[in-house]
């Protein structure tokens, strides 16, 4: 079993920056594959960033060039550094672990990209 809870979401102006945390606990995270998605208002769940066990990372085309994700083992934890983000970045962002058939999922965080 693993527990997910996220943080870092707000709000921000058009070209802003947010960081997105996820905070794991209750299995070895180091085996699981982590994801952050993100879903909007009627529209379908996304996947934004996915970083392996083996810290190999993809990147929606979307994203590309303004999203880091990155993962620190010793803290259990995987974070997005959002860079230069734009309105229809809006949405919550949801974190997921992944490993062979455990598939979990955090709450979400709101991120709304506004003036």
């Known amino acids: 079993q693993v527990q997910l809870v996220e943080s870092g979401g707000g709000l921000v102006q058009p070209g802003g920056s947010l960081r997105l945390s996820c905070a794991a606990s209750?299995?070895?995270?180091?085996?699981?594959?982590m994801n952050w998605y993100r879903q909007a208002p009627g529209k379908q769940r996304e996947l934004v960033a996915q970083i392996t066990s083996g810290g190999s990372t993809n990147y929606a085309d979307s994203v590309k060039g303004r999203f880091t994700i990155s993962r620190d083992n010793a803290k259990n934890a995987v974070d997005l550094q959002m860079n230069s983000l734009k309105p229809e970045d809006t949405a919550v962002y949801l974190c997921n672990a992944r490993y062979d058939i455990r598939n979990y999922w955090g709450q979400g965080t709101q991120v709304t990209v506004s003036s």
């Open positions: 209750g299995s070895i995270f180091s085996l699981y594959a």
